[in-house]
């Protein structure tokens, strides 16, 4: 279908209608194609869409002979757009919301602009759709029940260890995101803190060359020491091995209740550990018998 009879047929769509306000919409991560028919329609009908770079953006617009008036939002001058985008919004206009990439807010500008829309109590909705971060975490063969989003970690590897360190007890899968001038240094901090878990790590995610690479810390290590990482990368960890209740010492159970209700010390250990919360409270009760 061409861009003439497109527009008009997905601004038919029922739930396609605008209201004045902010409308935060995801745009492909890289195949074009994987925008959504809501989305087109919400960005064919804006007065106005805020984007870090409208070189970007004009890109994809074009693809489906959108043209709208653009204006920057990126960190660097986020206090000034999102005053202007507020009084758009409050002159009666429908502003869209995008990122170079994804799913606005999701490690991209949009935050302060989001609460600024709250505080001033405009209408305000997402339109849903592609993530880096749910795309990798699919195709990571890794457990998907649970995951914890992190993000881009400190560019400075002390930084960036105190962090991991925090991380390294979490039962469950990481996400990170990661620059290609740092993914080794970022693997090697990964070893010394996590130690040699299984690794996941996606990159050109939905493009030509997409490319989805397994091991552990040290087998990627020595994959990247022979080449040359290019493009943004999706990181993947395999959470902590959850401890047994035998793990966790007598003398570890009782320090924790010197400064610990019962009832507290059982959630404090099971939370850590990630074993019985019920087990671990019958048998501090036993401890204290």
Known sequence: MTPDLLIPFVQSLPGCKTQPGLYLVATPIGHLSDISLRALAILSQADLIACEDTRVTSRLLSLYDIKKPLITYHDHNAHMASKKIIEHIQSGQVVALVSDAGTPLISDPGFNLVNDCIQHELYMTSIPGPSAAITALTLSGLPTDRFLFVGFLPPKSMARKKELAQLSSYPLTLILYEAPHRIVSLLEDIQFELGDRSIVMGRELTKKFEEIQRGTSSSLLEKL?????????????????????????DVEILNTLTHMTTKDAAEHLANEYGVSKKELYTRIISLKK
């Open 225 to 249: 020491a022979i080449a040359d990482p290019r493009g943004e990368f999706v990181v993947l960890i395999e959470g902590a091995k959850a401890k047994e209740l035998t793990d966790i010492t």
